[in-house]
Nanobody, 116 residues
Framework: QVEFVESGGGLVQVGGSLRLSCKGSGFEFRKWTMNWYRQAPGKQRELVAS???????NYAESVKGRFTISRDNTAYWGYLQMNSLKVEDTAVYYC??????????WGQGTQVTVSS
C-alpha cells in the first residue's frame, strides 16, 4: 500500500519544541522530494519545508531558523523538527511527495497546537 503515516503532533507551549515523523511505504521514498505542509483553521494549506532526494532543503520564511526538515532514505522516514514554536504555528501538518509528476501522496495529518 502506497502511503505516508505521520506521528509526533501534540500540544505544546509557546517556545517549546516538537518533532514530527513521517513513514513512507509502498514506493521508492528515496527518489522523490519530500514536503511538509500545514493547514490552519480557515486558511489554505501552505508549504512549510521541502527536502530533495539529495538532501537540499527549502523553508517558508515564517519558519526559517526554527524548523529543520530531514530524511532517512534507508528507512523511509521523514522528519520535521520544530523549535521556538509560536501560536501561529498551530495547524494540521501533512507530509507529502509527488511521484514523477503524476501522483501525490499525502499523510493523514497530525495536529500541532501551540498554546500561550
Amino acid at each position: 500500500q502506497v502511503e505516508f503515516v505521520e506521528s509526533g503532533g501534540g500540544l505544546v507551549q509557546v517556545g517549546g519544541s516538537l518533532r514530527l515523523s513521517c513513514k513512507g511505504s509502498g514506493f521508492e521514498f528515496r527518489k522523490w522530494t519530500m514536503n511538509w505542509y500545514r493547514q490552519a483553521p480557515g486558511k489554505q494549506r501552505e508549504l512549510v519545508a521541502s527536502i530533495t532526494a539529495g538532501g537540499s532543503t527549502n523553508y517558508a520564511e515564517s519558519v526559517k531558523g526554527r524548523f529543520t526538515i530531514s530524511r532517512d532514505n534507508t528507512a523511509y522516514w521523514g522528519y520535521l523538527q520544530m523549535n521556538s514554536l509560536k501560536v501561529e504555528d498551530t495547524a494540521v501538518y501533512y507530509c507529502h511527495t509527488n511521484i514523477n509528476n503524476r501522483r501525490d501522496i499525502w499523510g493523514q495529518g497530525t495536529q500541532v497546537t501551540v498554546s500561550s
